[in-house]
Structure formats: structure tokens, C-alpha cells
């Protein structure tokens, strides 16, 4: 049976994957009883969309494909803590719990650009979701696919 960080390296390969195709380094996956279920990388420049996290696209796909009961057991792994707007999408699909690599407090620190520093964990408290938020996890490791790009 593989691990939280077993599936955070995944995540965080994915997210490698993502630089590779021309966009920025964000990966993610949901598993669901012990099994990989969907995975998505960014592709925000690719496809010219705003939306397109993985964590959100992720969510969407996961709302409209999983039963409820699949959601409230389903784990989303991801190499970077999600945004606002993807912490409301999982809020949303009724996910049971998020475990991410890098902070958002480490991205800000990193980037020269803006980030928004609201952590995931506050979205989904203050939204009165019931999603679990755990991490960072092996955020080093995170980290340097995001030093590498930015």
C-alpha cells in the first residue's frame, strides 16, 4: 500500500510533467480506497484558461464522476498547496481530505509574482467544508521543481 508520500512524489512528478508540456509546475492526483483514480497537471498557458488548475480540474471531474460517498473517502494529492479558487471547488465536490507538498506561504516567499496567501485550510474552515488539509509533506522536495521554474 502506498503512502501520503508515495503519492505526494507522484503528485510532485506530475507537476514536473506540467513544465514539460509549457506550463507551470502544478500536479495533482485523487485516490480513492488505495487506487489512483484520476490524475491532472496545470495547463493554464496551454490552454489559455485561468481555471485550468489541477486541483480544480480535478474537483469538477470528481463531482460529476464519483459518487458521494467516493468523495468523502477520496484523497487529493498535489504538489502545491491549492488556491483559493481550488480549495472552493473541493470544498464543493465534498473531497475528504487534501494532503499538498509546497505551502502557500513558501510559493509567495519564492515567486516575484502575486500570490494569493489565503491557505487552503482557512477556504475550506470558513466555508464550513469538512475537508481535511494536511502538509506541507516533503515540501523540499516541492520545492525544487518550483526554484527550477521560477
Request: charged share 25%.
Given at each position: 500500500?502506498?503512502?501520503?508520500e ?5 503528485a ?13 509546475p ?15 497537471e496545470n ?9 485550468a488548475?489541477p ?8 463531482a460529476?464522476?464519483l ?6 473517502s ?7 498547496e491549492p488556491?483559493?479558487?481550488?480549495a ?8 475528504g481530505?487534501v ?16 500570490v ?7 477556504v ?13 509533506v516533503?515540501e ?5 521543481v ?5
Amino acid at each position: 500500500m502506498a503512502t501520503d508520500e508515495d503519492y505526494v512524489r507522484d503528485a510532485i512528478d506530475i507537476s514536473r510533467l506540467a513544465v514539460e508540456h509549457g506550463n507551470t509546475p502544478f500536479g495533482s492526483l485523487l485516490v480513492v480506497d488505495d487506487s489512483v483514480v484520476r490524475t491532472a497537471e496545470n495547463t493554464t498557458r496551454t490552454d489559455d484558461d485561468i481555471a485550468a488548475h489541477p486541483e480544480f480540474k480535478l474537483a469538477r471531474w470528481a463531482a460529476s464522476e464519483l459518487e458521494a460517498s467516493e468523495r468523502e473517502s477520496c484523497v487529493m494529492y498535489t504538489s502545491t498547496e491549492p488556491c483559493p479558487m481550488c480549495a472552493s471547488a473541493i470544498v464543493y465536490a465534498g473531497l475528504g481530505r487534501v494532503v499538498y507538498s509546497v505551502s502557500v506561504d513558501s510559493l509567495a516567499a519564492l515567486r516575484e509574482d502575486s500570490v494569493i496567501e489565503i491557505p487552503c485550510e482557512e477556504v475550506i474552515e470558513r466555508s464550513g467544508g469538512s475537508t481535511t488539509v494536511e502538509g506541507p509533506v516533503l515540501e523540499d522536495e516541492g520545492l525544487t521543481v518550483h526554484e527550477a521554474f521560477y
